[in-house]
């Protein structure tokens, strides 16, 4: 393998992502917000200089376009629905690295076959975003659980005779994360002169919440024709700790055949990987029937692993 043909290869990776992230980047008026809000995130100036200091001339120059199309504004959204504290030219950057590591590390352990790099290549450019779906499962997730705890804060301080406002920044200091997180971020936007219906919308933006969208419409529908607040969020608030506990119980029930299916699906990919990075040559014996035999096979295989893995989670997905 020629040293140059790679260092010609990693350059053209590096210009596209990063035009890529030019691209994708402007100065929308969603994300002006979202900066001014950052600065009271944070807890005090020596972090902020902290993290100034980290950022490089490149990122930090990607990173002040932000979201000019719709994919750069669905990535800055999914980063903030994860709460990763990374803008849209960094997470380029990211996923840019993760490619040279991936690419050059299954280079050298595959017979220095470009095949092998690019296997690598992909594997680094899919799993940052893996990481981030994740890490938005789990967040989510944690919210729901916290929900009905403050729909029962939220009830009694209006029956104290807090106003709206009062009893969302009491939820955002008594609460753990991270729904305190979200609520200190909606009163930090009405501070700043944002309606309390486009903040409660921003939040519904950030936390995708079937449960949190009926307490924010009750909220929004209240404000518009009145009514007994504490009372309806109490009501609500039975109804989702109800669900809550419902779609726990299906959960515990559904994971043994929701994770028989993951790990059934990925064997076979695994195996192939394997078999290819130590004995290629026994893989590609699959090949000496002629294309089209070797074509049959592959889709066979896929249709039947891809058929299955959806059975599986079909039947694991119970609507509560």
Known sequence: MNWTLIIIVVGVIAIVVLIVAVIVSSNSERVLVE??????????DKKIAERQAQKSVITDWVSKRVEKTSFGDRIAR????ADLKFKVGEYFVLILLAILVGGLFTWFIGNKSMISAGIGAIA?????????KSQQKKRLQKFNDQLSDMLNLMVNGLRAGYSTM???EAISKELPPPICDEFRR???????????EVALDNLLRRIPSEDLDFVVT???????VGGNLSE????????IRERVRIKGEVRVLTSQVRTSGSVLSMIPFFLVLVLWFLNQEYLMAVTKGGPYITAAIICVVLGLIFTSYFIM???????V
């Open 35 to 44: 900066k001014r809000l950052s600065q009271y995130l944070e807890e005090d």
């Open 78 to 81: 999914d980063l903030s629905r």
């Open 124 to 132: 680094g450019a899919v799993a940052p975003g893996m990481y981030v």
């Open 166 to 168: 009062q009893a969302m």
């Open 186 to 196: 909606v009163i930090q936007e009405m501070q700043i002169g944002i309606p309390m």
């Open 218 to 224: 009750a909220i929004n529908v209240q404000r518009e």
């Open 232 to 239: 309806i969020l109490d009501n609500i608030s039975f109804t």
């Open 313 to 319: 989670m079909k039947i694991a997905d119970i609507e």
